[in-house]
């Protein structure tokens, strides 16, 4: 079964405004992780937030978790036309540890219309 | 920069063939990782290694299996390719979390190919 699962499953906002994704996931995490992935190609790490840390700040990302609600967000602020992507979430799972596995969602989907 | 290489973007065999998708990464990786995406299914993982030799099953290994004879290489198999593997593969690589004695977190975050998109006529 999926660990993270984002919603909305899509997304469409003009330029300018802010995008905010979410993600629930089932089990204790080590860390979460946020990917993006541009249109056929791979997926590039943007963020990740320890599961003892409440939110993170990376340029205009910003990351919150929630462990007592297994979740967590994705905010993009100030959208620009190149944010337009896909976006994943990944955790790990606590009883996981030292197994080096991700589990991916299966991601939501941002276009930013110009 | 971490790259990571993948032999093929685009790749048609046909049903039966065994075939062979390659990653190279250049950053002395320990962990590799093998995954094939499809559209309402995210990503899964098919197998990963977290060291020369070594193998672990993910997911959905049938009909799959690994190589990894040196470190910088993890080559994904297709036994006898059939048109339900037609999808687009992924293979990604990360430092085991113990050799990056700052961060001391598990699960260091993955670096990707862009990807092998294969169909199986």
């Known amino acids: 079964s999926q660990q993270g699962e984002e919603d909305p499953q899509a997304l469409s906002i003009q330029e300018g405004e802010n995008a905010t994704m979410n993600c629930s996931y089932k089990?204790?995490?080590?860390?979460l992780q946020w990917y993006r992935q541009n249109s056929g190609r791979g997926l590039v790490h943007l963020i990740l937030?320890?599961?003892?840390?409440r939110e993170k700040h990376s340029g205009r990302l910003r990351v919150t978790l929630d462990t007592s609600k297994k979740s967590s967000s994705l905010l993009i602020t100030a959208s620009r036309a190149a944010d337009t992507a896909s976006y994943f979430c990944?955790?790990?799972?606590?009883?996981?540890?030292?197994?080096?596995?991700?589990?991916f969602g299966t991601g939501t989907r941002l276009t930013i219309i110009p | 920069d971490v790259k990571v290489t993948q032999s093929s973007r685009y790749l048609v065999k046909r049903t039966g063939e065994k075939v062979f998708l390659e990653c190279v990464q250049d950053?002395?990786?320990?962990?590799m990782f093998w995954y094939r995406q499809d559209p309402g299914l995210g990503l899964r993982l098919i197998y990963f290694?977290?060291?020369?030799?070594?193998?672990e099953k993910g997911d959905i290994p049938e009909g799959y299996s690994v190589s990894r004879e040196k470190k910088e290489r993890f080559s994904l198999i297709l036994e006898s390719a059939s048109t339900n593997q037609t999808s687009m593969y992924l293979c990604?690589?990360?430092?085991?979390?113990?050799?990056?004695?700052?961060?001391?977190?598990?699960?260091?975050?993955?670096?990707f190919g862009d990807g092998t998109r294969l169909s199986i006529l």
């Open positions: 990604a690589s990360s430092f085991w979390w113990t050799s990056i004695t700052e961060q001391g977190v598990p699960n260091q975050p993955q670096h």
């Open positions: 089990t204790s995490i080590n860390n």
């Open positions: 937030i320890r599961s003892n840390e």
């Open positions: 990944a955790t790990d799972g606590r009883a996981n540890f030292g197994n080096e596995k991700l589990t």
């Open positions: 950053m002395d990786h320990e962990n």
């Open positions: 290694s977290y060291d020369v030799k070594m193998k």
